[in-house]
């Protein structure tokens, strides 16, 4: 399959008017992405908590300019822009228009992990159900057709779509950008708190290289999954279903999450705070990227994690940023409810770092059974 000059994608999307970017990553997007970030002025380019808040900014944009926005996302973020874009950017709203380009993970006929499969099926029912028009991006004709999309736009006053397929921007180097001083790895850090943590506890890990991680760390230990959550969609709520797994045990459940779903669903923090029982314990390994798509950062180092979650409702927080400290900061969260560790860590994982081979529905029937072992 052909590809598509990254670089000339990018300078069409500007040449007819587009000039404020913002979205969550992606990583049939990443090299868009990259661009994006390299090439746009950093207040035209926000890299969004989530992607209704993107519709949300684009919406603000246009009212406050006339003018319209890209929002980029992958497949998984339709669902949390339905609300905003049909009680808001619809026709029969306020009829705002904005161009979403959307990465279409899990295309029936192309392999794809678990949780893409039945997203990839339905997003062009989704977004016929949601009455956003739509084009498949062509290699052959992409110019024509994001001329045509933005024409449709600007004539109906509401928002287009352009769906990517897999592999077909070129590549685009990029630079990750990364925190002065850490020398700490996201695996080493997660080796030091399963070591920490011990093997009757239950994980509920958040989504991309952070599970991929657990998965072969508990393969190399020798131990099972049976006691681990994979959360391989759904990013930003590891947290709350390690609040819901609370439920079904006294045993403690300790939340790995990450600085992109911590931001996606930063409301969650208050309810847990303030709800959860005392067996939940919260870890949240700050990379300050959504590496696992390309290494676009957030904002987690340009905030006050630790406040944020105090003024939540947690009582004792830890942060820790050497591999040494682990294993003391987490015994002390361990010893207490409403407690909280924050590890600082640089960007980076293995070339060679797999998948998971147990499939989320096998994991849930190892979980049931473990669960019901950890009532008696």
């Known amino acids: 399959m052909s590809t598509i000059d990254t670089s000339a994608f990018y300078d069409h999307l500007t040449t007819q008017g587009v000039e404020l970017f913002t979205g969550v990553p992606d990583s049939l997007l990443q090299d868009l992405c990259a661009c994006i970030y390299e090439r746009t002025p950093r207040e035209a380019n926000i890299v969004a908590a989530n992607e209704g808040n993107a519709v949300g900014i684009a919406c603000g944009y246009h009212v406050s300019t006339g003018k319209y926005a890209a929002v980029y996302l992958q497949n998984s973020g ?7 874009v049909l009680s808001l950017a619809h026709s029969e709203v306020y009829s705002i228009p904005m161009l979403l380009i959307i990465g279409w993970r899990g295309e029936p006929g192309v392999k794809d992990e678990p949780q893409h499969v039945a997203q990839g099926r339905l997003t062009p029912a989704m977004l016929d159900a949601m009455e956003v028009p739509y084009t498949v991006v062509d290699p052959e004709s992409w110019e024509t057709q994001i001329d045509d999309a933005l024409a449709l736009m600007r004539e109906t006053n ?17 630079a990750t950008p990364s925190k002065d001083g850490l020398t700490l790895k ?22 991309g290289k952070t599970s991929r991680e657990v998965f072969e760390l508990r393969e190399g230990r020798g131990e099972g999954h049976a006691r681990d959550f994979l959360t391989v969609g759904g990013m930003g709520h590891s947290s709350s279903i390690a609040m819901g797994a609370c439920l079904g045990t006294e045993q403690p459940v300790y939340c790995i999450d990450g600085d992109g779903g911590f931001l996606m669903h930063t409301g969650a923090a208050p309810v847990i705070a303030q709800r959860a029982r005392d067996n939940f ?32 409702g947690f009582e004792h927080i830890e942060l820790v940023t050497e591999g040494d400290a682990i294993a003391g900061a987490v015994a002390r969260v361990a010893a207490q409810p409403r407690s909280a560790l924050i590890i600082e860590t640089q960007q980076g994982s293995r070339a060679d770092l797999g998948r998971p081979t147990v499939s989320p529905s096998a994991n849930k029937v190892d979980m049931l059974k473990e669960f019901e072992g950890a009532r008696r």
Do not use: C, W
Request: zero cysteines; hydrophobic letters at 45%; charged letters at 20%.
């Open 78 to 84: 339709l669902g949390n822009i339905v609300n905003p």
């Open 186 to 207: 996201r695996e080493e850090a997660l080796a030091g708190v399963l070591e920490a943590i011990g093997p009757d506890a239950f994980v509920v890990s958040t989504t």
């Open 158 to 174: 509401a928002p287009v779509a352009l769906l990517v397929r897999k592999g077909i921007f070129s590549k685009y180097p990029f």
């Open 281 to 312: 314990r919260y870890i949240l390994i700050n990379n300050g990227a959504h590496e696992s798509v390309g290494g676009q950062p957030t904002v987690a180092f340009d905030i006050d994690i630790p406040e944020i979650l105090r003024g939540a």
